[in-house]
């Protein structure tokens, strides 16, 4: 028998009831090592003042190489392939066996998990029990790889480190802050480029809702080094500026692709037992998520947008929000000609009416493109945003994409504390994910 239709009358996706019996879930502790500033205070500071992090690259001033400008991470040296010629600031305190093990961005995400562990004032029975879990992200390291591969072609399989796997494969942040911060619930590495921070920040949610864990670190982090940045070259992605004052300008009519960057977030998620327990005060509140893929093409957003829209539109009907609640949106916007234009299309679809848009802005146009760390990173300023009361602008900005008239992007910083903010990215393969964050009440 070929089966009928499936009735669907009465299966609609349904908005969030205002008073749902799901947990709530709260950032409770941020660590920033970022190319604006390597603690929440500093960070915080450059968002305001709308001070970026780019630079004329030492290493990519040669003539055969055409990108000149990135946005390093200042106060560390990883530029060795022996762990042994790397420092970091005083404050931090790795043990020799331990960075064997790392990469430059896992140095870079132990300093935010130290400085996250500390802003939500765990105790390490808060850290290491079977309720903390830890998701991460990052691209891993080609730097570190590339060493040792050629090593391997050319001293010999058995001349190579013996934890250079673990140190240069894409599970290298959770390899080694799982094993060294003793973590013992959930974890688990997240692999959908410029999307992965996201997903894994979207899916430790869910764990806290129901009810698998109590309490998730979420990390993203990246070498942000020329192997690591350099590659997107060759696909045209990268800006060819010599300026870095207008390297990255997301929505302007000049932009010519994006700017690299590295470095290591990491956020604390608790459920509101765990924040009453404590007696903490948390950030902010996060109320969902959404996802979405363009099904379009495995490097370029589709052109209209059509999956970060439904990831938007997800996002929001899964929080109960509706559109003219959103006062703030932390683009995932570039500066490459198609991909902010993806989005402007995307933001106008969900935010219809010209006079009701929220306050829009690309932070990248301070700190650069992190990839995988993308997500972690903006999700962060967002918290900041919402417990500071501020918007941060959305810097270099000369001249408007015409197509991007009518939005509302703000040039400068503005005093006004967003009640809820946005945070959306896009990776490789058209994955799309939309965050939703709330002021607390």
Request: glycine letters at 10%; a neutral charge.
């Amino acid at each position: 028998m070929v089966p009928g239709p499936v009735p669907t009358a009465g299966l609609e996706p349904k908005l969030r009831p205002t008073t749902s019996s799901m947990p709530r879930v709260f950032i409770t502790g941020l660590g920033f090592i970022t190319s604006i500033g390597n603690d929440a205070t500093q960070v915080t500071q450059s968002l305001r003042e709308l001070r970026h992090g780019f630079e004329l690259y030492p290493p990519f001033q040669k003539p055969e190489i055409p990108v000149k400008v990135a946005a390093p991470v200042r106060g560390f040296s990883t530029d060795s392939t022996d762990c042994e010629d790397w420092s970091f600031p005083t404050r931090y305190s790795i043990k020799r066996e331990v960075l064997r093990g790392m990469a430059p961005h896992g140095v870079y995400a132990w300093c935010a998990m130290q400085q996250a562990v500390e802003d939500a004032k765990l105790s390490e029975a808060d850290v290491s029990n079977a309720q903390t879990g830890l998701y991460a992200a990052s691209g891993g390291s080609p730097y570190l790889m590339g060493h040792m591969l050629q090593r391997m072609h050319t001293m010999g399989v058995m001349r190579c480190s013996p934890l250079g796997i673990v140190a240069s494969i894409s599970g290298t942040v959770q390899f080694n802050l799982v094993a060294h911060f003793k973590i013992k619930g959930s974890s688990c590495g997240f692999a959908s480029a410029c999307a992965s921070s996201s997903h894994a920040l979207g899916f430790a949610y869910d764990d806290l809702v129901l009810g698998r864990q109590k309490r998730m670190f979420v990390v993203g982090a990246e070498d942000g080094n020329m192997d690591a940045i350099l590659p997107f070259a060759g696909m045209r992605a990268l800006s060819l500026q010599t300026d870095p004052n207008v390297a990255s300008r997301p929505f302007d009519v000049a932009r010519d692709g994006f700017v690299g960057t590295g470095g290591g977030v990491v956020l604390v998620l608790e459920t509101e037992d765990e924040v009453a327990r404590r007696g903490v005060k948390p950030y902010c509140e996060v109320l969902g998520w959404g996802q979405a893929s363009d099904g379009h093409n495995v490097a370029i957003s589709h052109p209209e947008g059509t999956g970060l829209r439904a990831a938007m539109e997800n996002a929001l009907r899964a929080t109960g929000t509706a559109a003219e609640e959103v006062d703030y949106v932390n683009a995932h916007a570039t500066s490459t000609p198609i991909g902010d234009l993806s989005e402007a299309k995307a933001l106008k679809a969900i935010f219809k009416t010209p006079a009701a848009r929220p306050a829009i802005s690309s932070t990248k146009s301070l700190t650069g493109h992190g990839l995988s760390l993308a997500g972690a990173m903006e999700s962060g300023f967002c918290a900041l945003a919402i417990r500071d009361g501020f918007m941060p602008g959305s810097a270099h900005i000369a001249k408007l994409d015409p197509e991007c008239e009518g939005l509302n992007i703000i040039r400068s910083t503005l005093s006004a504390q967003p009640h809820i903010a946005l945070n959306n990215v896009s990776g490789f393969g058209g994955a799309n994910v939309s965050l939703v964050f709330k002021q607390t009440s």
